[in-house]
């Protein structure tokens, strides 16, 4: 069944429907279009509510989030952030997938339909024009056949007239055979245009206008088929995001269950522990016999904890401490001393730490500035030494200063009880954190708390040392590769740490470059040494 044959009749209601389905898909793009609006305000709601809920930086929440509960409410709003941003990529996909695709096809969809609706009227008019040819021609035959027919009558009446003269006759019957002549060939013409006419027309409805029907339906089927692939978009575009929302939801859900009550109290008793014994009883104080008031040894104020509490009840020491009077903010010092002995321990283990790191990064950055000087010199045209004269006396600056503040901390934290067990500590450092040799100071030996040393002195941690380095070296040996690199061309290896390379040369990537331009790299023998970065195409393992 097709509109062409079965609807050839109905060209008003062909026209109203496709005229409806166009406003149909006009309103399913503008349906769209507002959906999309709703989802970016919501997002957008979204997100500015995260945003007002999210601690600013150093603030007191923040530094609240060592505790559970607080980091999951700091987890939620990071998945609603994450949320938000799923739901403005629907909207975007929709916008996009819909909405842009669905008004581009509907603007060819007017085209197209114009252009049939045009050729169906130009049809019609082409055989309304034959038509009235024809019309034209019947009248004309009509005309001049009754013209004919009265010429013919008047030539009988004057043949019978016995008063008309011959000549009259004669002019009669001449007017008469021109009429019914005249009549004769407009005859011809009206059968003629007849003929085309029932042509025309049989073209008109058995062709041309059944064949616009079926391109016009075959361009509304299509219009259906687009429509209900937009149809299908709009919940494929929401469901295509649902994991990643689902996982923001587990997210949610996994914050919750990461609350732990237990660890929350313990964390709260290592960050504000003082380390204070409670106050004893207080003696008797009898003035009946005269002994002037003192306060007991047993009691808090006499404890010989340095900058303990009562400094920061008042100067009254002899008051009793109250749990809840109102302490007075202290004054922050540089050794921590401001806190209680706990909480001092702890920051300057903390700071302690800190400044290991630090040493550390210089150390490996003077290593490498030695290692890449000590190439410059056994290869001139690699790069001038001078130019590194700089960079090493400003590393050993910092590494000089890095190691009085070790010095410093250290001290304090023994005054404040213990020593720390960090890594990082003095006796786990490197050798060349400890004493670390500069070209500026003729290689004069550092001792450990910053000073020189003498020559004939012996240090006793250096064995200690020693020992760490052994270690060390075994360890480095067991190091697997990270990847592998190609040479891209040769390098000699002269100089002390280097390896030579040979362009096409494939070797094991052992550590990479620190930014010095050097990487550490191993043969299948398991030979060891550092080659220019440059040189090298390097593809490390995933």
Request: aromatic share 8%; with cysteine.
């Amino acid at each position: 069944m097709d509109w062409g044959t079965d609807l050839w009749d109905q060209y008003d209601i062909i026209d109203k429907h496709t005229q409806s389905g166009l406003e149909l898909v006009e309103k399913y793009v503008k349906f769209v279009k507002e959906r999309t609006e709703i989802e970016q305000n919501y997002a957008k709601q979204l997100r500015n509510l995260t945003k007002k809920y999210n601690p600013k930086r150093g603030c007191k929440e923040e530094q609240e989030c060592r505790f559970s509960n607080h980091q999951s409410f700091l987890d939620i709003l990071n998945e609603m952030n994450d949320y938000a941003g799923q739901r403005e990529l629907i909207a975007e996909n929709m916008m996009m997938n819909i909405c842009i695709e669905l008004t581009k096809y509907l603007q060819e969809l007017k085209m197209e339909r114009k252009t049939h609706l045009s050729e169906a009227k130009k049809a019609q008019q082409s055989l309304e024009s034959t038509y009235k040819q024809l019309d034209s021609s019947k009248k004309r035959f009509e005309r001049e056949w009754r013209e004919a027919d009265k010429a013919a009558q008047y030539a009988e009446k004057t043949d019978q007239d016995i008063n008309a003269t011959k000549a009259d006759v004669e002019k009669a019957k001449q007017q008469a055979n021109m009429r019914t002549h005249i009549a004769e060939e407009c005859k011809n013409d009206y059968a003629a245009q007849l003929q085309k006419y029932n042509k025309e027309q049989s073209q008109f409805y058995f062709s041309d206008m059944p064949l616009i029907f079926n391109k016009l339906q075959d361009m509304d089927e299509r219009r259906v088929r687009k429509l209900a692939q937009g149809y299908v978009l709009f919940s494929d575009t929401e469901r295509h995001v649902m994991p990643i929302i689902g996982k923001c939801l587990e997210g949610v859900n996994k914050a919750g269950t990461n609350v732990n009550e237990r660890n929350d109290s313990i964390a709260l008793i290592e960050q504000y522990k003082s380390g204070f014994e409670r106050p004893g009883d207080l003696d008797f104080e009898d003035y009946s016999q005269g002994i002037n008031r003192a306060s007991s040894d047993s009691s808090l104020g006499t404890l010989g904890t340095p900058k303990g509490p009562l400094e920061l009840l008042g100067k009254n020491r002899s008051k009793p401490f109250w749990l809840f009077s109102k302490k007075s903010k202290p004054t922050v010092t540089e050794d921590f001393g401001h806190l209680p002995p706990e909480q001092r321990r702890k920051r300057l283990q903390q700071k302690l730490d800190d400044i290991g790191k630090e040493l550390q990064k210089e150390v490996d950055q003077s290593e490498a500035l030695e290692k890449m000087k000590d190439v410059y010199e056994k290869n001139p045209q690699m790069g001038d030494p001078a130019s590194l004269s700089p960079q090493i006396n400003q590393t050993a600056q910092n590494m000089e200063r890095l190691r009085l503040e070790l010095s410093k901390y250290e001290s304090w934290l023994t005054e404040a009880g213990r020593r720390g067990d960090s890594m990082l500590r003095r006796d786990t450092l490197p050798e060349d954190a400890l004493s670390y040799r500069s070209h500026s100071n003729n290689n004069e030996p550092y001792s450990p708390d910053g000073t020189h040393s003498e020559e004939g002195t012996p240090d006793p941690s250096q064995a200690i040392y020693a020992e760490f380095d052994d270690d060390f070296e075994e360890e480095e040996e067991l190091v697997a590769p990270i990847g592998q690199c190609t040479a891209m061309y040769n390098f000699p290896g002269a100089s002390e740490g280097t390896i030579t390379m040979q362009e096409g040369e494939v070797l094991s990537v052992v550590e990479e470059d620190k930014g010095d331009g050097w990487t550490r790299v191993r043969r299948a023998n398991g030979n060891e040494g550092y080659i220019p970065t440059s040189y090298v195409s390097i593809s490390l393992s995933k």
